[in-house]
């Protein structure tokens, strides 16, 4: 039997999550349909459009502008800042209701997720028709719509639910590839980053079809060992499966899928900063602290590695953390692309029987985490990006220094 995979995609998951929030909070009016974006802090002049309405970009705004930018363009424009803590609840009471389906689903970042259908379409009927069902359940339960594409592999899917937004359903099926596939732009095809695009482009290979049909020996010599996986996923193959993954209440995690391969050990780290900070705080909030901390990767192949260290002090701090996840990182990173990272904090323990090392000095311990602490009351009372410390690098800052 052929598998029958979904791919559930959010339609501009942070303005449409802010604007459900934002009705439920008594706004007579929803943001999705005036001139808004979500954004950073304008008056320092540093914050980008992270998320734009359909207005908005009728206005020329674009995501990754510069708030500054934005507002020259437009005005009138109204800015939001993002609320990460209400994304996440939203996210997961989206995957909470996907998972009363079946619990064949595989998170694939905040606003995404994979479905096998397989093993249930006697239970539900035609995938299509339950789909249609689905995207019109989630907006009537949640009050935001959601793209499903529909295949027979997570690659076809996955193209499947970008061809036309939002609110919609498409199917990519193996007989539908050439139809529907391949006259698209090379750089419309999932895993093709800007500069590999750029460099198919320069060897006269412009649509998913001129990949398809291009001789792998001739590609090796310009992307090595990429290149058998290049044209597969160009004529549509794709074998990985759809990993579920139980919630395990012994542990806490966090992944980020990147908006492109990233080969940057420093931009690595940035990412690594940004998850030590989400898992540390919801570790103190559980009034917990770990033994174990697990760094993942998943690379632009889509093959899943990760490593682990044990500390013989189970600890909350976020510093602490940060930094030997990027010892993990260190260790297990061989520069291949990645296209997602996490982190896991394993072992879990109520208490700590502290046991200081020699080399260690107690009172920079305890000021980490006396401003750990002062830090989450803040942002519990004023919101997540009230202030960070004076060591943390803004990601998007990162980002842009290395771009």
């Known amino acids: 039997m052929k598998r029958i995979i979904f791919h559930i995609d959010v339609n501009n998951a942070f303005l449409s999550w802010t604007a459900v929030e934002l009705l439920e909070q008594g706004y007579t009016y929803d943001i999705r349909n005036s001139y808004a974006v979500i954004g950073g802090d304008e008056a320092a002049r540093k914050g980008i459009v992270l998320a734009k309405s359909m207005p908005a970009k009728k206005m020329g705004i674009k995501t990754a502008d510069t708030l500054f930018s934005a507002r020259r363009k437009c005005p009138a424009l109204r800015i939001y800042k993002p609320n990460y803590k209400m994304y996440q609840e939203k996210s997961n009471a989206l995957f909470s209701y996907l998972q009363t389906f079946t619990p064949d689903i595989e998170i694939a970042s905040i606003d995404e997720c994979y479905l096998d259908y397989t093993s249930v379409r006697n239970l539900y009927g035609d995938a299509v028709s339950f789909a249609y069902k689905l995207k019109d359940d989630i907006y009537t339960k949640f009050g935001f719509t959601v793209n499903i594409g529909i295949a027979n592999n997570k690659l076809c899917a996955k193209m499947a639910s970008d061809f036309e937004k939002p609110n919609k ?6 007989e539908e590839v050439k139809e529907k596939m391949y006259p698209l732009s090379i750089g419309d095809l999932f895993g093709i980053g800007k500069k590999t695009c750029e460099k198919l482009e320069k060897l006269n290979i412009h649509t998913i079809a001129d990949l398809a049909n291009t001789d792998v020996v001739y590609l090796s010599k310009y992307f090595k060992n990429q290149a058998v996986h290049m044209i597969e996923s160009a004529q549509g193959f794709d074998e990985s499966p759809v990993v579920s993954e139980v919630l395990d209440p012994t542990s806490i995690s966090n992944e980020i899928t990147l908006s492109q391969d990233i080969t940057n050990k420093t931009i690595l ?6 998850l030590s900070s989400q898992v540390a705080l919801r570790l103190r909030r559980q009034g917990k602290y770990a033994h174990v901390v697990v ?16 500390i013989m002090n189970a600890t909350n701090i976020t510093k602490e953390i940060f930094e030997i996840s990027k010892e993990i990182l260190d260790e297990m990173y061989d520069e291949t692309p990645v296209r997602l990272i996490g982190l896991r904090l394993d072992g879990l323990v109520d208490v700590v029987n502290y046991q200081p090392s020699l080399f260690e000095d107690i009172d920079d311990r305890i000021q980490d985490e006396t401003v750990d602490t002062l830090l989450d009351t803040l942002q519990d009372k004023y919101g997540i990006d009230v202030i960070q410390k004076g060591s943390k690098i803004p990601l998007k800052d990162t980002l842009k220094k290395h771009k």
Do not use: G, N, P
């Open 269 to 274: 780290y940035s990412y690594l900063d940004a």
């Open 295 to 310: 760094v993942i990767l998943k690379d632009f192949k889509f093959r899943r590695k990760q490593h682990q260290k044990k």
């Open 169 to 174: 359903v498409h199917t990519l099926w193996e």
